[in-house]
């Protein structure tokens, strides 16, 4: 490309000075030409009336007197009647130009001038003009070199950000040419890598919940299908059966509301259901690895609570923070039911040493963790109850109290309040 343009620059340039060039050459030759016409009728001019003044004074008109009147490199001849012809100055070879006079006691007069003198101040001329067009395409390389660079650097930044889009490297450059048409070209670029870069977070935040959350779930049912394995009881298959199929649809659930919310995270699907049938089924669900662990998971509180929120979400919310007190937590987990204002709260809390003081409020930051493990589970738990129009707030850090608000009122028919939580 800066070939070409170097190339199309150079060759308009070319052409005017060929145009214009020619021309002025002519002009000046013709100018020339007419200017040197000039003097020499203007000399012959001079010469007849030197004479006529030297006749008329009655005084001698020979060569050696005019001599001194004629400029270098002419000749002339001058007649006077009755006299013979007096030549000055040498006669010139080849072609000249020839200029007359007669005066006023009859006398003519004959300048020339060789050629040649207007030919050298015609070359001159013509020297100064080659001069000015070789420096004129000179100025007119380097400045097309410059526009060149100017126009094809950018495209080969622009070039190079698309490349990078299309190798995975979704950053944008934010660089900005003064040109506005390859500006709007970059800002098309940089919107792109923005769209892209926030398409791959999502794609890599969607893996890692889905990992996390699935996680728990898998081991539950593959302890739930060990346990068919191993016994012969009908019963106790049938139980197991059940429990592991309630689990199948927890699964489900868990990846409906995931590729729910990286679609939109505030797309819920809330419907009023009782808080105690999540609570036991989270209870049933988590006491096998709580007595595996010699700790005790209990529940208390107010019974009978129906709130507004996905039940389906609302368990994997609870999951996430009797997982935390299994893996962080100590001592008895207890999960209580309260009522502040319009709205259901179930607490979270364990005996352990809590949450310590340098992660504070941010618990619920994406990869923040006390320990070796992922830092997504509360993260993760805190959108999902935002998603049914809810909140999770940690209540208390020492001992660790998580609480849960669920509005008890459809947003429908009455909005929900906010009160704020009470520490304990």
């Given at each position: 490309m800066r070939r070409r343009l170097i190339q199309s620059t150079l060759a308009v340039v070319l052409v005017v000075i060929a145009v214009f060039g020619v021309s002025l050459v002519i002009v000046e030759t013709r100018t020339i030409s007419n200017s040197a016409q000039e003097r020499v009728d203007l000399e012959a001019a001079r010469l007849a009336s030197i004479v006529d003044s030297r006749l008329l004074g009655a005084g001698s008109v020979d060569a050696e007197v005019l001599s001194g009147q004629l400029t270098q490199e002419r000749y002339a001849v001058i007649r006077i009647p009755g006299k013979p012809a007096i030549e000055v100055g040498s006669r010139p070879d080849g072609d000249v130009i020839r200029g007359d006079a007669r005066g006023e006691e009859g006398e003519s007069v004959v300048v020339e001038e060789p050629r040649s003198s207007v030919t050298r101040e015609v070359g001159r001329t013509f020297l100064i003009i080659a001069l000015v067009a070789l420096l004129a395409v000179i100025a007119a390389v380097l400045l097309a070199i410059r526009q060149a660079n100017r126009l094809a650097s950018p495209l080969t930044d622009?070039?190079?950000?698309?490349?990078?889009?299309?190798?995975?490297?979704?950053?944008?450059?934010?660089?900005?040419?003064?040109?506005?048409?390859?500006?709007?070209?970059?800002?098309?670029?940089?919107?792109?890598?923005?769209?892209?870069?926030?398409?791959?977070?999502?794609?890599?935040?969607?893996?890692?919940?889905?990992?996390?959350?699935?996680?728990?779930?898998?081991?539950?049912?593959?302890?739930?299908?060990?346990?068919?394995?191993?016994?012969?009881?009908?019963?106790?298959?049938?139980?197991?059966?059940?429990?592991?199929?309630?689990?199948?649809?927890?699964?489900?659930?868990?990846?409906?509301?995931?590729?729910?919310?990286?679609?939109?995270?505030?797309?819920?699907?809330?419907?009023?259901?009782?808080?105690?049938?999540?609570?036991?089924?989270?209870?049933?669900?988590?006491?096998?690895?709580?007595?595996?662990?010699?700790?005790?998971?209990?529940?208390?509180?107010?019974?009978?609570?129906?709130?507004?929120?996905?039940?389906?979400?609302?368990?994997?919310?609870?999951?996430?923070?009797?997982?935390?007190?299994?893996?962080?937590?100590?001592?008895?987990?207890?999960?209580?039911?309260?009522?502040?204002?319009?709205?259901?709260?179930?607490e979270v809390t364990d005996e352990g040493s809590g949450v310590p003081a340098d992660l504070g409020a941010r618990i619920f930051e994406r990869a923040i963790s006390g320990r070796n493990s992922t830092g997504i589970g509360l993260a993760v738990a805190r959108d999902l109850a935002e998603a049914d129009g809810g909140r999770l707030e940690m209540l208390q850090a020492q001992p660790p109290v998580f609480g849960l608000f669920l509005s008890r009122t459809a947003p429908s028919k009455r909005p929900a309040t906010d009160d704020e939580p009470t520490v304990r």
């Amino acid at each position: 490309m800066r070939r070409r343009l170097i190339q199309s620059t150079l060759a308009v340039v070319l052409v005017v000075i060929a145009v214009f060039g020619v021309s002025l050459v002519i002009v000046e030759t013709r100018t020339i030409s007419n200017s040197a016409q000039e003097r020499v009728d203007l000399e012959a001019a001079r010469l007849a009336s030197i004479v006529d003044s030297r006749l008329l004074g009655a005084g001698s008109v020979d060569a050696e007197v005019l001599s001194g009147q004629l400029t270098q490199e002419r000749y002339a001849v001058i007649r006077i009647p009755g006299k013979p012809a007096i030549e000055v100055g040498s006669r010139p070879d080849g072609d000249v130009i020839r200029g007359d006079a007669r005066g006023e006691e009859g006398e003519s007069v004959v300048v020339e001038e060789p050629r040649s003198s207007v030919t050298r101040e015609v070359g001159r001329t013509f020297l100064i003009i080659a001069l000015v067009a070789l420096l004129a395409v000179i100025a007119a390389v380097l400045l097309a070199i410059r526009q060149a660079n100017r126009l094809a650097s950018p495209l080969t930044d622009l070039a190079e950000t698309a490349e990078r889009l299309g190798s995975g490297d979704p950053r944008p450059r934010h660089k900005r040419y003064g040109v506005p048409e390859l500006d709007r070209v970059a800002d098309v670029l940089d919107a792109s890598a923005e769209r892209i870069a926030r398409m791959l977070t999502a794609e890599r935040r969607l893996a890692a919940d889905a990992s996390h959350q699935l996680r728990t779930p898998l081991t539950a049912l593959s302890m739930r299908l060990e346990e068919i394995t191993l016994t012969d009881d009908p019963d106790t298959v049938k139980d197991e059966a059940t429990i592991a199929l309630t689990q199948v649809e927890r699964l489900t659930d868990v990846v409906e509301r995931l590729l729910t919310n990286s679609r939109d995270p505030r797309t819920g699907s809330a419907v009023t259901f009782d808080l105690d049938e999540v609570i036991q089924q989270q209870l049933a669900e988590w006491r096998p690895a709580y007595r595996s662990a010699g700790r005790a998971i209990v529940s208390s509180g107010k019974r009978h609570l129906r709130a507004v929120g996905t039940p389906g979400a609302v368990a994997q919310v609870l999951a996430a923070l009797i997982e935390n007190s299994l893996m962080h937590g100590g001592g008895t987990v207890a999960l209580r039911t309260r009522v502040t204002g319009n709205q259901a709260v179930i607490e979270v809390t364990d005996e352990g040493s809590g949450v310590p003081a340098d992660l504070g409020a941010r618990i619920f930051e994406r990869a923040i963790s006390g320990r070796n493990s992922t830092g997504i589970g509360l993260a993760v738990a805190r959108d999902l109850a935002e998603a049914d129009g809810g909140r999770l707030e940690m209540l208390q850090a020492q001992p660790p109290v998580f609480g849960l608000f669920l509005s008890r009122t459809a947003p429908s028919k009455r909005p929900a309040t906010d009160d704020e939580p009470t520490v304990r």
